[in-house]
């Protein structure tokens, strides 16, 4: 996934290929190390070029190494849109020296999240958005570090469309 590009957060996003793919007791670690001619060469390169030249790297590795073919393609697909309330956020903005943290807790009726110097952006990437099965977009235009804590009920979870109840607070 990270060859290509798709967050860990987004497994439903890669159709086709084996099931052992998708399974969890059948993984594999691949260690690969990089020229260190072609490592001088990146450290002078932004992060982002960085990282698309690692996802090149990776994929020509896992053609070369595996025989992987895949492909890229555009599809429409239902997402959750992180969106300001028309009557203004009511986010409590975190303190310069508040360290990120995320807490998870599921239970029976749906799942509670609490989140401490939270960036929005980097938060709707979270792998544990992914139980939700739909891409998670910020669309808040905000900046800056968040406390809140988000409930939701375990619809949600199962994928059930529109009406969901969701409620950020302090």
Do not use: C
Request: glycine letters at 8%.
């Amino acid at each position: 996934m990270s060859a290509y590009g798709i967050p860990m957060s987004a497994q439903n996003r890669v159709i086709g290929g084996p099931e052992w793919m998708r399974s969890q007791s059948e993984r594999y670690e691949v260690n690969a190390k990089i020229d260190e001619s072609i490592l001088a060469a990146m450290q002078k390169m932004s992060p982002a070029d960085q990282q698309r030249q690692v996802s090149l790297m990776q994929q020509s590795l896992l053609l070369s190494r595996f025989g992987l073919k895949a492909h890229v393609e555009t599809r429409e697909l239902p997402i959750y849109a992180l969106v300001p309330d028309k009557a203004g956020t009511h986010l409590i903005e975190a303190t310069v020296d508040e360290k990120p943290q995320l807490s998870y807790v599921p239970d029976a009726r749906g799942a509670v999240l609490t989140a401490k110097a939270a960036d929005l952006q980097e938060f709707s990437h979270a792998p544990f958005l992914s139980g939700i099965h739909r891409i998670v977009v910020d669309q808040t235009g905000l900046h800056g570090r968040y406390n809140f804590v988000l409930k939701w009920s375990s619809r949600m979870e199962q994928g059930a469309g529109d009406g969901i109840e969701v409620a950020i607070g302090d």
